[in-house]
C-alpha cells in the first residue's frame, strides 16, 4: 500500500537536481580474516546478491500519481533487481586510497534514479594492502546521516568469529536488531498530521520572542550563537557543480582528548579547532582568506528544558550552533579558547529553550542559506555561515564483518548551492575519521585540507602542552 512522504523527507527530493544530489553515503574499510581466500570481496559480493528477502526501506521508491492524488508517496518496487544496488568493483593499479577516494568521488557525485529504491552498495577491492572497501550510498529523503551510519553498524558485531552475517539491506538484518519502520498512514491523515505539528510548534513557541531577542542581541554583536549574520564572502559561498571531491583520513583520539584535558575544553572543541586552522592555511595557500573569522554551523545534541505540550515533550533536542572558527587568529591556542566560547554562548542560548523552539531557532538560522541560492545571490551578499561542520559519535569497540576488521569508517555528505564544503567526521574505537566532501571544481586541491587537519593538530598539542 502506498504511504505518503512526510514534509521533511519531500524537502529533500524537491530539492534535488542534478548540481546537488542530496544522498548520504559512507565508506568503511575492512581486513580481511586472516582464513579468507583471494576472492573473499567476490563472496561478499554473491552473498548479497543471495539475499532472499529485503527490508522494506530498501524496497520503497518515490511515486507520484492519479492514484495518489499528485501527491508523492513511497511504494513498493515491484521489479526489485538486486543486482542494480548492489556492486562490484575493482581498483586500477596500483591501488593506494588514491585510487579508492577517485571512485568514491565519481559515485557520490552520480543521482540514484527515482524509478528504482534511492540506494546503492559497492564493494571494492583491489588495494594494494589486500583490504576490501565497502562505499553505501542513501538518499536523505530516506534516513539522515547519523540514521545512516547506524544502519551500517547495526550489522557489525564484536565478535571476529561471526559468519553469516546479513548486510543492512537484508531483512534478517532489521529483525534481529528490531529497527523500527515508519508507521504506514492513510493519505487522508497527511493534512491532518501537518496541521497538528504546526499547531504544537506555535502553541510551543510562546517563550521565542524573548529567546529571539537574546539570540539577535549576540548576533548584531558579532558574537556567533544560534544565529549569525557576520560570515564574510568565502570560495565556499557559490553555487557548485554536480562534481564531487572527497578525502578522508583518521588520527587517534587519544591525542584530541589530552588536548581536551589540556585546555578544558571539549573533544568536539578540538575537532572543530582542528577544522578552523586547516581551513585557514588552507585558504592562505589559496590567497582567499577572509579577514575575518569564518563561521561553521554545527549541529549539536543539547539537554533542552522541557514543554507541557504534546509536540514539546522536553529531554534531548539537536539544534544547530553557528560558531566562529577563528580563522582570523594566527595562534591554535586563542582559536580553540574563541572555539569554545563560541560553543557555550550557543549551546547555552539553545538550551534554556523547549525542543520546539530550537526546532523554530535552527530553522530561522538556516533560512538565509536555503534564500540565498533561491535568488541566486551567492557571492553577492554575505552567507549566514560557510560551511557545515558534524560530529558524530561511532563505536567505541572494535567491529568485524564476518569476521573482516574494519579498520576505518568515513562519513560522505551533501554540499549545497552556496554551501560548497561539508566536514563530517565520526569516533570509531581509538579514531576519529574525517570526511571531507567537496565540489569538485568549487574546492580545489581538496586533499590538501587533510596535510593541514594533521599539521593543526601538531600545532594544538605543542600550543597547550598536551
Known amino acids: 500500500m502506498p504511504t505518503p512522504i512526510d514534509p521533511t523527507s519531500l524537502g ?17 574499510l575492512f581486513e580481511k580474516p586472516a582464513d579468507a581466500g583471494p576472492h573473499f570481496a567476490r563472496e561478499l559480493y554473491e552473498a548479497a546478491l543471495d539475499t532472499e528477502e529485503i527490508a522494506p526501506l530498501f524496497r520503497k521508491r518515490p511515486s507520484r500519481s492519479i492514484s495518489s492524488l499528485g501527491q508523492w508517496v513511497w511504494t513498493d ?29 565519481r559515485l557520490h557525485g552520480q543521482m540514484l534514479g527515482r524509478e528504482r529504491p534511492l540506494w ?3 564493494i571494492i577491492e583491489g588495494l594494494a594492502d589486500g583490504r576490501v ?28 568469529d561471526r559468519r553469516n552475517m546479513p548486510l543492512p539491506f537484508d ?25 497538528r505539528s504546526a499547531m504544537g510548534l ?27 549574520f557576520y560570515a564574510p564572502k568565502s570560495i565556499f559561498n557559490v553555487n557548485i557543480t554536480g562534481s564531487r571531491r572527497f578525502a578522508s583520513d583518521g588520527w587517534a583520539l587519544d591525542r584530541l582528548r589530552a588536548i581536551s584535558k589540556a ?5 568536539n572543541d578540538v575537532v572543530l579547532a582542528m577544522c578552523g586552522g586547516a581551513v585557514r592555511n588552507y585558504l592562505i595557500e589559496l590567497n582567499s582568506l577572509p579577514d575575518t573569522s569564518l563561521v561553521s554551523m554545527v549541529p549539536v545534541g543539547l539537554k533542552s528544558r522541557g514543554s507541557d505540550s504534546e509536540a514539546g515533550g522536553g529531554g534531548n533536542a539537536v ?20 572555539i569554545h566560547a563560541s560553543m557555550k554562548a550557543g549551546k547555552a542560548a539553545l538550551e534554556s529553550m523547549t525542543p520546539n523552539q530550537i526546532v523554530a531557532m535552527s530553522a530561522l538560522g538556516m533560512a538565509p542559506s536555503l534564500a540565498i541560492p533561491m535568488l541566486r545571490l551567492n557571492g553577492v551578499v554575505r552567507p549566514p555561515f560557510n560551511l557545515i561542520i558534524s560530529n558524530v559519535p561511532g563505536p567505541r569497540s572494535t567491529q568485524f564483518l564476518n569476521g573482516a576488521r574494519l579498520t576505518g569508517t568515513y562519513p560522505v555528505s551533501i554540499p549545497m548551492q552556496g554551501m560548497a564544503l561539508n566536514i563530517t567526521c565520526n569516533s570509531y574505537a581509538e579514531d576519529m575519521c574525517f570526511g571531507l566532501t567537496g565540489d569538485r571544481r568549487r574546492v580545489p586541491h581538496l586533499q590538501r585540507l587533510l596535510v593541514h587537519l594533521d599539521s593543526e593538530l601538531t600545532a594544538l598539542e605543542q600550543a597547550v602542552g598536551a
Not at 12 to 28: D, I, S, W, Y
Not at 133 to 156: E, N, P, R
Not at 218 to 224: C, H, I, M, R, Y
Open 133 to 160: 572497501a565497502m562505499y553505501t550510498k542513501l538518499h536523505h529523503s530516506l534516513v539522515d546521516g547519523i540514521s545512516a551510519m547506524k544502519l551500517m553498524q547495526s550489522v557489525l558485531s564484536t565478535d571476529p
Open 77 to 105: 518496487d515491484a521489479e526489485f533487481d538486486i543486482e542494480h544496488h548492489v556492486r562490484h568493483s575493482a581498483l586500477p593499479e596500483p591501488g593506494r586510497i588514491r585510487e579508492l577516494l577517485e571512485l568514491v568521488s
Open 120 to 122: 546503492e552498495a559497492h
Open 263 to 267: 585546555s578544558r575544553t571539549t573533544l
Open 12 to 28: 529533500f527530493l524537491l530539492a534535488e537536481n542534478r548540481n546537488q544530489p542530496m544522498h548520504v553515503a559512507g565508506l568503511q
Open 319 to 338: 539544534g544547530s550552533v553557528m560558531v566562529k572558527l577563528g580563522t582570523d587568529l594566527a595562534d591554535p591556542a586563542d582559536r580553540l579558547a574563541a
Open 171 to 195: 531483512a534478517r538484518a532489521v529483525r534481529s536488531k528490531k529497527v523500527r519502520e515508519p508507521s504506514a498512514r492513510d493519505l487522508t491523515s497527511v493534512p491532518m498530521d501537518t496541521l
Open 202 to 228: 506555535a502553541a510551543d513557541a510562546g517563550g521565542l520572542p524573548a529567546a529571539l531577542i537574546r539570540t539577535l542581541n549576540k548576533g548584531v554583536k558579532n558574537e556567533a550563537s544560534a544565529l549569525s
